[in-house]
């Protein structure tokens, strides 16, 4: 299993930019998918953008497309989230979540998450 833990949220404003970071202590992080998900106040949970556990393929909703970047950093304990041209609709609390399937189960684990706030 993954260990993960979120940093680099804060108060921006719009258009400006943030950089989220997924880091994983177990150092099992290459074998899991990675994805980034978001909840705003009164919304349900929201997929943003994912990575395959080879950093082959890449996911993003359409809400973020064009916008924001998923990626692996170069140590592969960390999975990072490159936000640009930040909207006030971006704001929320950012999750990431780790899934590794192993036959008919497939294992998610979450971080506790980092608040994103972007004023108008």
């Known amino acids: 299993q993954v260990q993960l833990a979120e940093s680099g949220g804060g108060l921006v404003q719009a258009g400006g930019s943030l950089r989220l970071s997924c880091e994983d202590s177990?150092?099992?992080?290459?074998?899991?998918?990675v994805g980034w998900f978001r909840q705003a106040p009164g919304k349900e949970r929201e997929f943003v953008a994912a990575?395959?556990?080879?950093?082959?393929?890449?996911y993003y909703s359409d809400s973020v497309k064009g916008r924001f970047t998923i990626s692996r950093g170069n140590a592969e304990n960390t999975v990072y989230l490159q936000m640009n041209s930040l909207k006030p609709e971006d704001t929320a609390v950012y999750y990431c979540?780790?899934?590794?399937?192993?036959?008919?189960?497939?294992?998610?684990?979450w971080g506790q998450g980092t608040q994103v706030t972007v004023s108008s």
């Open positions: 990575i395959t556990w080879s950093g082959d393929n890449t």
């Open positions: 177990t150092g099992t992080f290459t074998a899991y998918a």
């Open positions: 979540n780790a899934q590794r399937v192993v036959g008919p189960t497939s294992y998610n684990y």
